[in-house]
DNA sequence: TCCTAGCGTGCAAACGATTGCAACCGATCG
DNA sequence: CGATCGGTTGCAATCGTTTGCACGCTAGGA
């Protein structure tokens, strides 16, 4: 900046105000001095700028795991949107792991103007401690007070499972859960047993995870349970269901339904076609940025977003014939 | 930091000195120091400090798409290796676009000490400007000179497939192909080519895309072609068109078989299973930031990395026993 | 002709840390 | 007893920007 100055035969001040644009300065000496930093190959430091002007334009974001689709979709809408507002994304992975999502959090933090928990695997009393930072918080699927929050309406989503599965004939449904610290895997028990009593059908619940391996080996499990409908935790656990079942001869759906939640891009090409629920995952994360830049303008936390799921029928549900067995 | 100063009864460098672990520092200063700061809830900021110290401790990194498995596991192990060292990841993700990937790169680099371009979808020009930047760059999945480089070793994972299907008996093989800006498209049909010469085998080619979408649109194509098996540029390609030979009464291997490049989860659970190279994703991140750390230690660049996949056989690949046609 | 706006510009102080250098201390040595 | 030295500490400059304030200049009105 100072050569720039010099070889324009300026000030720095008059620099910077001629390159960002200032009102108060003249037409022909914003001309030159633009030539000039163009013809030196001036690029100004943002780091610098940024260190000077305060609160960094980044926005920290934790995933469990960068691998999951939903949350890399979240991510891409997030990113977008942030992007749009001048924002950058400093993206950490917990692992699925609470203590080192509240390590993450601290550590971003020092980078960030504000800060989005994606799926916040954090305790109770971790989520307190990264409310408690000087940066707002929005958390993307877990309700939480004085914080930004956007969220699947799961509610909606296991009454519309549920309801598909009862229109079909079932009356006995297994829950294949999810991660123990996943907020939402506690949704989703809490909703189903809750729809479950009001329709008037038998739920059962078996624990699961979340990848395609803690699906197929829930195989025997589900089995073993007198359900002839499966909801499970994500689709991919069950894909990795609806394998175990092909390699056991059992026919899906014919003996059994499966169902999920999420509708991933691949949900559409497992064997059967999965029946499940489809979210705008890119919302979601645009949603966070929304909220976040209404707080950020000074405006106290909008109320939560939810967004309601839609039911995307496929073939891996439909009416029980047959008891599942092993052949 | 001067507020802590004062309460400990010393001067701002006393108190930088203290917290820094510097060694011409009395201990029971350094402990006193230590207390007061706790007690006042002191955090160095860390974005004023890596301003002072010089470049920045982010390696900035850019993907095509981060709903990919592949790039999402490159970016796991490129995220534990740097946060190992100290350094974080400023993601960007370009929508397999060159000239947004141009745009983030100008971007990321003023908040970054280092480049990594992941699967780089960059024009020839456009690598050059990348390079001429002032900060290391490292590709990974493009060899380029100049730079770091590390990648899959398309030469010995294009024979695998090739001499697996041959020795299926296959003499005319499809490949279905990625995007026209992928640099390891180019290098699949280069080294699938060259091979096929060798091994005497027909290769024919169409285009496809990165997708399961693409895959399943690309399945009219391949019936035309006159081929017994088919490779796709990876496993979604692969799984789409799976799903459409299944829609369209094609039976998979026994009619036509399938394989693939990556291995990615959910290749396993498809049906039937795809036949894929696996590769170590996550290593590839690993190893770019050993090269970057290499680099940055002052040395040249080393050498290239090039990881040699390796076959998984399942399912999707087998002996042809019948012309594939609709029924 | 002089005074006063008002516009354009430069000076210098910040932002929050690190660090070379000088100064100070007590102790040891000659 | 004074010089020296090692061990600590503080002063002030610095990183690359932005910006409040003061100043100078020009033009227009009285």
Same mark, same amino acid.
């Given at each position: 900046?100072?050569?720039?100055? =010099?070889?324009?035969?300026?000030?720095?001040?008059?620099?910077?105000?001629?390159?960002?644009?200032?009102?108060?300065?003249?037409?022909?000496?914003?001309?030159?001095?633009?030539?000039?930093? *163009?013809?030196?190959?001036?690029?100004? !430091?943002?780091? &610098?700028?940024?260190?000077?002007?305060?609160?960094?334009?980044? %926005?920290?974001?934790?995933?469990?795991?960068?691998?999951?689709?939903?949350?890399?979709?979240?991510?891409?809408? @997030?990113?977008?949107?942030?992007?749009?507002?001048?924002?950058?994304? @400093?993206?950490?992975?917990?692992?699925?792991? /609470?203590?080192?999502?509240?390590?993450? #959090?601290?550590?971003?933090? !020092?980078?960030?103007?504000?800060?989005?928990?994606?799926?916040?695997?954090?305790?109770?009393?971790?989520?307190?401690?990264?409310?408690?930072?000087?940066?707002?918080? #929005?958390?993307?699927?877990?309700?939480?007070?004085?914080?930004?929050?956007?969220?699947?309406?799961?509610?909606?989503?296991?009454?519309?499972?549920?309801?598909?599965?009862?229109?079909?004939?079932?009356? =006995?449904?297994?829950? #294949?859960?999810?991660?123990?610290?996943? +907020?939402?895997?506690?949704?989703?028990?809490?909703?189903?047993?809750?729809?479950?009593?009001?329709?008037?059908?038998?739920?059962?619940?078996?624990?699961? *995870? +979340?990848?395609?391996?803690? *699906?197929?080996?829930?195989?025997?499990?589900?089995?073993?349970?007198?359900?002839?409908?499966?909801?499970?935790?994500?689709?991919? %656990?069950?894909?990795?269901? @609806?394998?175990?079942?092909?390699?056991?001869?059992?026919?899906? /759906?014919?003996?059994?339904?499966?169902?999920?939640?999420?509708?991933?891009?691949?949900?559409?090409?497992? =064997?059967?076609?999965?029946?499940?629920?489809?979210?705008?995952? $890119?919302?979601?994360?645009?949603?966070? +940025?929304?909220?976040?830049?209404?707080?950020?303008?000074?405006? !106290? +936390?909008? $109320?939560? !977003?939810?967004?309601?799921?839609?039911? #995307?029928?496929?073939?891996?549900?439909?009416? &029980?014939?047959?008891?599942?067995?092993?052949?």
């Amino acid at each position: 900046m100072i050569d720039v100055a =010099r070889e324009a035969g300026t000030s720095v001040s008059t620099v910077s105000r001629a390159l960002n644009g200032s009102d108060l300065i003249s037409p022909e000496v914003v001309a030159h001095v633009r030539a000039v930093a *163009g013809q030196l190959g001036y690029r100004a !430091d943002k780091r &610098a700028q940024e260190f000077k002007l305060g609160r960094p334009l980044t %926005v920290g974001v934790t995933v469990p795991d960068l691998a999951n689709p939903f949350f890399s979709e979240v991510l891409k809408g @997030l990113n977008a949107a942030a992007r749009a507002g001048g924002y950058r994304l @400093l993206i950490g992975e917990s692992g699925e792991d /609470p203590a080192e999502e509240l390590r993450l #959090v601290d550590e971003l933090v !020092d980078y960030s103007g504000a800060l989005v928990l994606c799926s916040s695997r954090l305790t109770r009393a971790g989520l307190e401690k990264a409310l408690a930072l000087p940066v707002p918080v #929005v958390c993307i699927n877990r309700t939480v007070k004085n914080a930004g929050v956007v969220a699947i309406d799961y509610r909606a989503a296991s009454r519309l499972l549920l309801e598909h599965l009862t229109g079909l004939g079932h009356r =006995r449904v297994l829950y #294949v859960g999810g991660p123990a610290s996943s +907020w939402s895997d506690g949704e989703r028990r809490r909703t189903l047993r809750r729809t479950a009593r009001a329709l008037d059908v038998t739920l059962d619940e078996v624990d699961g *995870g +979340w990848s395609g391996n803690h *699906g197929y080996d829930a195989g025997p499990a589900v089995l073993h349970s007198r359900a002839t409908a499966v909801i499970t935790f994500n689709d991919l %656990v069950g894909i990795g269901l @609806l394998s175990w079942m092909y390699d056991n001869g059992v026919e899906v /759906p014919s003996e059994l339904s499966v169902a999920s939640y999420d509708d991933i891009p691949i949900a559409a090409y497992s =064997r059967p076609p999965l029946t499940s629920l489809r979210n705008e995952r $890119a919302r979601l994360g645009e949603l966070a +940025w929304q909220q976040l830049t209404k707080r950020l303008g000074g405006d !106290d +936390w909008p $109320a939560p !977003d939810l967004l309601t799921p839609e039911l #995307v029928v496929r073939a891996s549900t439909g009416t &029980a014939r047959r008891r599942a067995r092993i052949r």
